[in-house]
């Protein structure tokens, strides 16, 4: 039977409450302070959560009600979003590197009456909006660091809140369980704001069966103990970390640890030694090339080791997913690399305890993904979205495989229309975004099936691939099929390249903009005595097109002949989500970019050798300016002979 | 002296050789402020400081803290009667991690023997919990968490003045003696570090005497300014007044007006 359909367990907050009557003294959250791992027992989580419900309460929170948050993962954070619940309003986390513009929007389209910020930035962000927020009554500070110089009345500290909510608790001693009682399976628990990769932002509401039952769906696929940990780190404003750090923990009874703070990440990983980690591809890119540039500095003895046994390790991984079985060498090999090499350097990423970990969101290359299966590390992929709770797919143990996102969640049924797109129905599909009932009706046909916008297929094991968005699929002059996602991320399995947009929707060949990578590129620079001095000097470096050149060949080498880069240039500047040209989720947001390099894209298919580039750049505090220069254009001279068994 | 004052330095002067690098300066330090000095280099600003502090031992005059005179005091017992200060030249410990740079500062609040350090047990075990857990609080306050274990050598120059200032307010300071804490920042880590002595002043209720060149943030964020020249005070005020003040303006700022910094 489902959490859900018993009326003492279908929300948040009443999965809250059974934690702590069932294992008071059981770690309910944790919390890196002061340099060490602080513990919120399930009794302290109750508590919190209902010492804030009440001092909000007394200030005139209501059912439905909206409360916002914004900062890094903190535990006040995530009390705050359910003490919301617990009196039947809405949780609606914004992104804490939000520009002020943005923010605006969100908080007055969501209609939220109270912020909860963690520290001083938010708080100046949020009170730089003030007169621009109609609705907003209250503003509460979790950190009072650096306070002491504010006296707006809207503001008021946690601690005071939770003081208040204490005396309104006295006084009214039935009223939390009372409130609680009142909420309901299909009340809306949050609303996740996508953060859009076309147009204004839109808050797709999720009810508390969306959480819990798709919680419910992953622990059945995956192994979730009671007190098992992972770290939330990913900002709170994601689905996918309120579906893991609220959903996931609170059915399952798991623990969610807090950073320090955004800078201590890696090392209180390592410090924790979760039982399961979830990390964006980036972060798993982001791993391997650290470790590449700390093997490039070690002494020869150690890089040969390593080396070594690294190769063996894939020579091994690649032998048993073809089905092959190891030799005794090899198997001897194996066990000593892994007292000397793949032990170890699990130890380092903190992926020493690590029963699972998942990859998504985006593809991962797949010579990345190999290397963590190879060492050891049990890295698999899932596919998701907003409006299907953060879940749809994903896979078992025994199913990992970089080219798919496995299976089907249980009780979720996907299927793919006759124009390739991806669509889903079962207990994670979102209640509608909110205000925009004609969004709504254009993303769920009427008999509830979610249109994920995704291109896709079954492959013959009945696992899902991905290809592509739909909407972006095109075609090239000759009628082939032109899928501009997929180019990109065959490009971006390159260290060197950190981004890339492919253009070739109605035009004669596909032509890339590369955006390199500033650390890889920069220690290939050092390494052969070439001079830098910043980002845009660096892309300039004849030496540096050619490199990339060569990547782009070694990519075109597994594409078919017409999905193969032709032309490319080297970007003078990072995307970045400040200017628009990224989601803040990191994805590339197709459409403004080719607005907004038209003439880039003119001078691709004109033939010209260079093209005059004049981009606005959004500093953080919102302030613009302007850049214009010249960047040139190469051609690739020809693509090698395919041979390579890709 | 009166009762508003802290600190107090009464016709201070010191010659090097034929040199006279401070002569006859008094300064009143007030309570809960923060009290810049600013001068042309050479003008005997550091001087001042180190006799404050008790590096150089002043000719003549005075230097008391709290009705207090300790003008003959050595400088670990100045700093002891809660005088904390930072060098222009940071002095950390290139070799010790952030957290014993920071805890070596704390050293002049250890009152534990020698004995019954080694031994870790009672009293001293306690008092160690209780002086990391001082240290804690300075880490997050100045936002050091992911360095404590770092090397001070491998610091970036920004860094390193933010350590040094954290060892300062390690020994529990009444008074802060900043001896240009923003010399060789960039403006967004100038920002940074006047922020953190706004806060060190408001929040931890530490007076702070400041020796800075950058105009903007003396103007910003003092209560008061002392203007030397030449080893002399030749005005003393509040920063629009030392704005206007011709003397200052003259020796200072420069007397052509597009020779102002301000």
Request: charged letters at 25%.
């Amino acid at each position: 039977m489902s959490l859900v359909d018993s009326p003492k367990t279908d929300t948040l907050p009443k999965l809250v409450a059974r934690n702590a009557a069932a294992d008071p003294g059981g770690a309910g959250m944790r919390e890196k302070t002061r340099g060490v791992w602080q513990t919120y027992t399930w009794a302290d989580y109750q508590d919190h959560v209902r010492d804030f419900a009440h001092g909000m309460a007394s200030m005139g929170f209501k059912r439905g009600d909206k409360l916002s948050v914004v900062g890094d993962n903190r535990p006040q954070l995530y009390f705050a979003q359910v003490s919301a619940q617990a009196l039947g309003g809405v949780s609606v986390p914004v992104y804490q590197d939000s520009i002020a513009s943005e923010l605006v929007y969100v908080l007055n389209h969501a209609e939220t009456s109270v912020i909860v910020a963690e520290d001083q930035e938010q708080v100046d962000k949020a009170l730089s909006l003030k007169d621009q927020l109609p609705r907003l009554r209250s503003i509460v500070f979790d950190d009072p660091r650096g306070m002491w110089a504010y006296d707006d009345p809207i503001l008021c500290s946690f601690e005071s809140v939770m003081e208040a909510g204490r005396a309104f608790g006295k006084a009214n001693p039935d009223f939390y369980a009372k409130e609680v009682a009142k909420g309901a399976a299909g009340d809306t628990a949050m609303i996740a704001y996508t953060s859009g990769t076309t147009g204004a932002p839109k808050g797709a509401m999720l009810s508390h069966r969306n959480m819990i039952a798709t919680a419910e769906a992953f622990v059945e696929v995956n192994e979730i103990k009671p007190g098992d940990d992972w770290l939330s780190y990913l900002p709170m404003a994601w689905v996918g970390d309120a579906a893991f750090s609220l959903g996931m923990a609170l059915v399952a009874k798991a623990t969610a640890n807090c950073p320090e703070n955004p800078e201590t990440v890696q090392r209180d990983l390592r410090e924790l030694g979760p039982d399961a980690v979830l990390a964006p591809p980036r972060i798993w890119e982001n791993m391997l090339t650290t470790m590449q540039v700390k093997t490039d500095d070690a002494s020869p003895l150690k890089r040969r080791t390593f080396e070594h046994f690294r190769a063996l390790a894939e020579r091994c991984e690649l032998k048993r997913s073809d089905g092959n079985a190891l030799s005794i060498v090899e198997r001897l090999g194996l066990a000593v690399g892994q007292i000397l090499v793949y032990g170890p350097v699990r130890d380092q990423l903190g992926l020493r305890n690590a029963r699972w970990c998942y990859t998504g969101g985006a593809p991962l290359g797949p010579d990345t993904y190999r290397f963590f299966r190879s060492f050891g590390i049990n890295l698999k992929q899932i596919y998701g979205a907003t409006e299907a709770t953060a879940m749809i797919a994903c896979q078992a143990d025994a199913e990992a495989n970089p080219n798919t996102v496995g299976r089907p969640i249980p009780r979720v049924e996907v299927k793919i229309d006759d124009r390739g797109e991806v669509m889903l129905k079962g207990p994670n599909v979102f209640k509608g975004y909110f205000k925009q009932e004609e969004v709504t009706r254009d993303t769920v046909t009427p008999d509830g099936w979610l249109k994920t916008g995704d291109a896709g297929f079954f492959d013959k094991q009945g696992h899902l691939v991905i290809i592509d968005r739909a909407k972006d699929v095109g075609k090239l002059t000759d009628g082939s099929a032109f899928a501009p996602q997929f180019i990109e991320n065959k490009l971006k399995f390159s260290p060197f390249i950190r981004e890339a947009v492919a253009f070739g929707d109605q035009r004669p060949f596909v032509a890339a903009m590369i955006a390199i990578d500033m650390q890889t590129v920069g220690t290939w620079a050092e390494k052969r005595g070439i001079a830098y001095t910043s980002f845009m000097d660096l892309s300039r470096k004849g030496e540096v097109a050619t490199l990339i050149g060569e990547e782009i060949a070694k990519a075109n080498a597994t594409l078919p002949d017409m999905q193969q880069a032709k032309r490319y240039l080297l970007l003078n500047k990072e995307l970045e989500a400040d200017d628009a040209e990224m989601t803040r989720t990191r994805k590339v947001r197709r459409k403004f970019v080719a607005e907004k390099y038209a003439n880039v894209i003119d001078a691709f298919y004109g033939g010209e050798n260079s093209a005059e580039v004049t981009v606005e750049i959004t500093f953080e505090d919102g302030r613009k300016s302007t850049m214009t220069s010249i960047i040139a254009i190469h051609d690739l001279v020809s693509a090698p002979p395919v041979r390579r068994a890709a | 002296m009166d009762e508003v004052s802290i600190l107090g330095v009464a016709t201070l002067s010191k010659k090097f050789g034929g040199v006279t690098a401070v002569q006859d300066v008094s300064v009143d330090v007030p309570r809960g402020g923060i009290l810049s000095i600013i001068g042309p280099n050479g003008a005997g600003k550091t001087s001042l400081l180190n006799m404050i502090s008790g590096f150089y031992k002043p000719d003549t005059g005075r230097v008391v803290l709290e009705g207090r005179d300790i003008t003959q005091k050595k400088p670990s017992d100045i700093a002891a009667l809660g005088i904390g200060r930072t060098f222009q030249n940071i002095a950390l410990f290139s070799g010790l991690t952030v957290l014993d740079n920071l805890m070596l500062g704390r050293h002049v609040r250890m009152k534990s023997g020698v004995l019954s350090s080694v031994i870790y047990w009672g009293m001293a075990q306690k008092e160690d919990i209780a002086h990391r857990e001082a240290i804690e609080e300075i880490i997050e306050f100045l936002k050091l968490q992911d360095l404590r274990k770092q090397p001070t050598s491998a610091l970036a120059y920004g860094l390193r003045k933010r350590v040094e200032l954290g060892r300062a307010l390690a020994s529990e300071p009444k008074v802060l003696l900043l001896d240009e804490p923003m010399g060789g920042m960039n403006q967004d880590e100038k920002e940074d570090m006047a922020r953190y002595v706004l806060d060190v002043n408001q929040e931890r209720g530490v007076t702070v005497v400041l020796i800075e060149h950058d105009m903007g943030v003396v103007m910003d964020i003092s209560d008061r300014v002392v203007v030397l020249d030449r080893g002399r005070c030749i005005a003393t005020g509040t920063p629009d007044e030392m704005q206007r003040h011709p003397k200052v303006i003259e020796a200072y700022l420069g007397t052509s007006k597009s020779g102002g910094r301000v």
